[in-house]
């Protein structure tokens, strides 16, 4: 395990596709063994972590504003006004993911950051909606988490 | 890049706490909201708004002169459209903004077009664009906006609406219309970009690649300066640009990057109105002696960005169910006394409490630049 894990390491580097695609094999291969937290971590291993969430960013970025290849990569239809989720949320303004779960006004009900997106993707957009346990629905939520880190937890709020 | 945006924030407040300047109270601003209830009968497209018992609100502007005459004119900016068939919604706002226009009654002495007419600037969107712009029969005046632009490098644009900047006097104002959006420092040549990717990063609000991509540049700074150099220092001037002309948000090109220079240029003149686009909502700013109003978009609002100035009041939370809403036009009233009037499409405009401020959440609100547009291949 810990040979396998260090010629791993040692891969990392050159662009951010190779080594986010390395990334995720090395998480991988912890998790198949259930060694979680038993082995003290190098700075290597937790910038591997780092690199499996940032290209979860990554691919959210693309897809909230609108990228065509990511859409059809990932098999989603996002809008079909030519508007992108980055039109009126540009750096995710206002989409406040740290206000979720609430009583959301338009759904009428008690909602999750993922049902008002799936609401955004179907009524002002025009789109289709996303299962809420997609692979693009987790990486929108990484951006839109992402984007407005720093920003104050208030669960709750309007 | 947030200590790009402090130490903007600090010059700007160096201006601000300037107490020698400030623009001529006799003149001062008023902005009014009101209903205009013959206009949602008389407009076919105003049904579904109606329906809802939303009522027009127009972005007017009146300009009212002590000693002069005064007179009315429009402003529209921001259709973003896309070509036929995309979006309907866009073009069905942007009839609907025109056909109330051309109703105005008494009738406006222009229309002012402050950019953003196209959402790509491809050719099939400014002609749909010029074929809407048909039904508006009285003067039109046009500056353009960074979407209208970065496909050609404004070609078709200045071929359709003519060149900028440019100057007129009217009823006693020098009015002036500047190309804030042509003169982006040039990110494209050196990464051998196609002139559809210019465009795409020219398109993203929040993209990183096209910078601060909003200013005058030298050659028209100097053309502004000659321009008023023989007008009196008290005589109304009215400047029409795309971007704000101070620091509101610089990550959204919501300034133009030599503010301080345009500042310089129009702090002698005591009665300075700028009237501007591409924020897409409510705004009112005092910068010295100007003034400064931003208009709504027709298409769609953007969200206030940090720092929304202390002097505007906050327009409502927008229903984002409700593509009528948060969006207008704007009739003002020009003179010696700028007077705004916001054509928003539903019964209350400005916020009072928290919880109905379009601004309101922005206390806990911390942003972050995006990162995609970095990386290959982007
Ligand atoms: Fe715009
Ligand atoms: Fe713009």
């Given amino acids: 395990m810990k040979i396998k894990l260090s010629n791993r390491i040692g891969l990392l580097s050159g662009s951010f596709l190779i ?4 990334a995720v094999g090395l998480v991988a291969s912890f998790s198949d063994t259930a060694q979680a937290h038993k082995v003290k971590h190098s700075p290597a291993t937790l910038n591997a972590f780092d690199q499996v969430f940032m290209e979860q960013v990554r691919l959210g970025d693309l897809l909230f504003h609108g990228d065509p290849a990511t859409q059809k990569k990932m098999g989603v239809t996002l809008s079909k006004t030519g508007m992108a989720c980055a039109m009126c949320h540009p750096r995710a303004a206002d989409t406040h993911p740290y206000e979720y779960p609430k009583f959301q006004e338009q759904i009428n009900k008690f909602s999750t950051l993922r049902d008002i997106t799936n609401w955004c993707i179907e009524k002002p957009n025009q789109g ?4 809420v346990d997609s692979d693009a629905m987790k990486a929108l939520e990484a951006y839109m988490y992402w984007s407005t880190r720093g920003s104050k937890l208030d669960p709750g709020r309007h | 890049m947030p200590n790009e945006i402090d130490k903007g924030r600090r010059d700007l407040d160096k201006v601000l706490r300037n107490p020698v300047k400030r623009p001529d109270s006799s003149v001062s601003l008023t902005r009014r909201t009101f209903l205009q209830r013959s206009l949602v009968t008389g407009t076919a497209l105003g049904a579904g708004a109606a329906s809802l018992g939303l009522l027009p609100l127009v972005n007017t502007i009146d300009v009212a002169q002590a000693a002069g005459e005064s007179f009315r004119f429009a402003w529209v900016s921001d259709t973003h459209l896309y070509g036929p068939g995309v979006n309907e919604r866009f073009v069905d706002k942007t009839v ?5 226009i051309q109703g105005m009654s008494p009738s406006a002495d222009f229309m002012i077009f402050g950019g953003d007419l196209a959402q790509k ?30 496909l050609d490098m404004g070609a078709e644009w200045e071929k359709r609406f003519g060149g900028s900047p440019w100057s007129m006097d009217h009823k ?4 002036i219309g500047l190309n804030t959006i042509g003169h982006a420092p040039d990110y494209w040549t050196a990464k051998k970009m196609s002139p559809e990717e210019r465009m795409g990063h020219m398109e993203a609000l929040d993209g990183t690649v096209a910078g601060a991509w909003a200013g005058l540049g030298r050659p028209q700074l100097k053309w502004l300066s000659d321009n008023l150099a023989g007008w009196p220092k008290d005589k109304p001037i009215i400047v029409f640009s795309h971007n704000p002309l101070y620091n509101y948000y610089a990550p959204w090109n919501f300034w133009v990057r030599d503010w301080q220079e345009v500042q310089e240029i129009l702090g002698p003149y005591s009665n300075v109105t700028n009237v501007h686009g591409h924020t897409h909502q409510v705004l009112y700013n005092e910068i010295g002696t100007m003034r400064s109003i931003g208009m709504l978009a027709t298409s769609w609002p953007w969200p206030y960005a940090p720092g929304v100035p202390n002097l505007t009041t906050p327009m409502v939370r927008v229903d984002p169910g409700d593509h009528f809403d948060g969006v207008g036009w704007g009739s003002l009233t020009g003179g010696d006394r700028v007077e705004n009037e916001y054509m928003m499409w539903r019964k209350d405009i400005f916020a009072t409490a928290q919880a109905d401020s379009g601004a309101g959440d922005e206390g ?12 290959w291949p982007y």
């Fill in chain 1, 128 to 131: 289709e909606k996303i299962s």
């Fill in chain 2, 364 to 375: 806990n609100q911390v942003l972050n630049e995006r990162i995609a547009d970095k990386q």
């Fill in chain 2, 172 to 175: 006693g104002v020098r009015i």
């Fill in chain 2, 121 to 150: 600037g491809r050719q099939d969107e400014l002609q749909l664009g010029s074929d809407l712009l048909k039904e508006v029969k009285i003067k039109k005046l046009f500056i353009p906006g960074e979407h209208d632009w970065y």
């Fill in chain 2, 96 to 100: 609907k903004a025109f056909k109330e």
């Fill in chain 1, 19 to 22: 080594v986010a695609g390395v």
